[in-house]
């Protein structure tokens, strides 16, 4: 039986390289001095009827850049007990959460001066050595209670992170916890949600952490399968967003209803007044088809949300309705008002999601003007991020950068963008293809 989500560029690779001394066309910025790192699934033996896309052992690529040249590439599978066992190596252990050491296969991001491999729904990070090698599981010096989350967000003037993770373990709550910038956790608010939601992702602005409490939620049912991921789309569970201040407590969440949607990934948001005001990418209906072997459901569009805590309601409009996922801004703008939005168009999509890109699209949210940039036939881009060119550079000044799947190589280029204009500045070859995945961060040095 076939499944798309090992097939093409979503199958995984088997080998893990390090190749030194990269091909550059065009030219690398000189001030780019840090490793562009990201996380994706990469199952080694698997079922395809059973296998889900979500699920697959977490495999980080990164590329090293210093001084006009991209001086490595490496990939390196993230090594779970699971990975560990599959490769004859020891595990490492560590403090997993209730038996949860699955695939940290999500997110990989930096903090303290230390690189974190991240995922959902009750496991712990995994911090990973500058090489991408494997340390083990951490939780932050004793500090996290729990699992953690695929998507904290940093506070650009604190240094902090600010998380939402889920656990079904936990029943009808999520937690909402803080870690200062020397990685230990300084806040922890457990927050009563209707059931049991996938909250895959938070939003922060400067007054509240934004919480989505909405209709797709875990299945006891489908758990107990073994098969596929246990979530399910219910009609019947209320959707809505909560916003808790940032130096509150349970009882200080306001809730708000919204139209009956799922968000993985929002864009960014910030208080406007007495307002809040978050832009995201919205489905209106997922996992309420094939939930054996991925993300299936409607296909996203960028709306904008307007919350209006006096009135009790929720402005909903759309921004742009071609189908797009992956949102990111400039990082120093988490929280504030910004101005530009870089997203994924998914021009391959029909009527169901393919998380496969075929262009990029830039958003100017000010004077409401959308550019694309495409990649050509037979070339599919992941996620892509801002990386500016200077701590006081304005808000488009740098670069955005991305893997990109060059079927006609059978390989993957790291393609850096010139953020203000879309025009390519450099490509990196890579001497082998990095699969379709989720998330990855710029982690200057």
Known sequence: MSNRYLEGNFAPVSEEITALDLEVAGSLPDWLDGRYLRNGPNPTDTDPETYHWFTGHGMVHGVRLRDGQA????NRFVRSEAVAIELGEPWRGGPVHADMDFASNTNV??????????????????????ELGTIGVCDFDGTLP?????????????GELHAVS????????????????????RKVVDVETTGSPM??????????????DLPVVFDLDLAMTGVGLPYRWDDDYPARVGLLPRDGEASDVQWFDVDQC???????AYDEGDRVVIELCRFE??????VVRGPEGSLPRLDRWTIDPSAGKVLEETVDDRPQEFPRVDERVVGRRHRYGYTVALDNATDSIEFAGGSILRHDLVANTTEVHSFGAGRGPSEFVMVPASADAAEDDGVLMGYVFDSARTASDLVVLDAGTLETVAEVRLPVRVPHGFHGNWISE
């Open 262 to 268: 799922y968000v993985f990934h929002p864009l960014n």
């Open 166 to 185: 889920y656990f079904w373990g936990w029943g009808n709550k999520v937690q909402y916890s803080v870690i200062d910038r020397d990685a230990r956790v």
């Open 199 to 212: 909250l895959h992702d938070m939003s922060l602005t400067e007054s509240f952490a934004v919480i989505y």
């Open 146 to 158: 729990g699992g953690y989350t695929a998507h904290p967000k940093r506070d650009p003037q604190t």
């Open 71 to 74: 001086q490595w590439y490496r």
């Open 285 to 290: 209906r997922m996992f309420d088809a094939d």
């Open 109 to 130: 991001i930096g903090h303290a001066g230390r690189t974190f491999a991240i995922v959902e729904a009750g496991a712990r990070p995994y911090e990973l050595d500058d």
